[in-house]
């Protein structure tokens, strides 16, 4: 299994959320960088870049980052946050993503995200599917849809995605556990995506437990950074 530490960034800066809430904001640290070279001396090869900034904006705001991070760093780096444009996908791209993260713009604008997986290639993207009680939730997570989690990946996979996380906002950045259960299904359901659980992970039990149901990988935020996870110690996952 795959472990993908997440940065969040706003003004530059390191910062992490509770449940998406930008008045719930702490700084980790203000060189993002120094956190990646971190990561990567531990050995991991992932890392999930959220620009928080733009997500507020909708549009690319910290691509400078992005930039910095994939030139001093061999990381493979999916970038999201405001993707909401072909120039947007473009700059994501050509600052060194390996894969541009979207979640929103598939939900309300199904054809324009559609015409981007023919124009760069499925593999490209990396699929995120907030949830709540099984449903899709846009908007911040302040939103709740009436589609199904599973129809809505069902969709995609069918258009060629393989590359999907999927975040429980219930327990994002609460450090009380991911939802197994949710995965599990999502696993049994899709056995031959690279599917990634997000949202709650807490401790070492958590990520072996994900591991144990299927998950190819886990996206790790919150615990890192309050030290409840030891990323020398994730090695051991991989």
Not at 156 to 178: A, H, R
Not at 181 to 200: H, R
Request: with cysteine.
């Amino acid at each position: 299994m795959d472990i993908i530490p997440a940065i969040d960034i706003i003004d530059g800066k390191c910062v992490r959320l509770t449940q998406g809430d930008y008045d719930q904001k702490k700084i980790y640290n203000e060189r993002p960088l120094e956190v990646a070279m971190q990561f990567e001396d531990a050995g991991l090869t992932r890392l999930h870049l959220v620009d928080l900034d733009g997500a507020k904006a909708g549009s690319v705001k910290n691509w400078k980052v992005l930039e910095a991070l994939a030139s001093k760093t061999s990381m493979v780096i999916d970038f999201g946050g405001g993707i909401k444009s072909a120039e947007d996908v473009d700059i994501v791209f050509e600052c060194g993503a390996k894969l541009a993260t979207v979640g929103s713009m598939a939900v309300k604008n199904e054809e324009i995200f559609s015409d981007w997986l023919e124009q760069y290639g499925a593999d490209r993207f990396f699929l995120g599917a907030d949830v709540k009680d099984e449903k899709i939730a846009i908007g911040g997570w302040l939103e709740t849809t009436d589609i199904w989690v599973y129809d809505f990946m069902e969709k995609y996979v069918q258009k060629g995605v393989t590359n999907i996380f999927c975040t429980d906002v219930s327990k994002d950045g609460l450090l009380e556990g991911p939802s197994v259960d949710l995965y599990k299904t999502v696993v049994e359901q899709f056995p031959d995506i690279y599917f990634v659980a997000s949202g709650g992970v807490s401790s070492m039990e958590d990520l072996e437990k994900l591991k144990e149901i299927g998950c190819r990988g886990a996206i790790v935020g919150k615990a890192i950074y309050e030290g409840r996870v030891n990323i020398a110690d994730l090695r051991f996952l991989i």
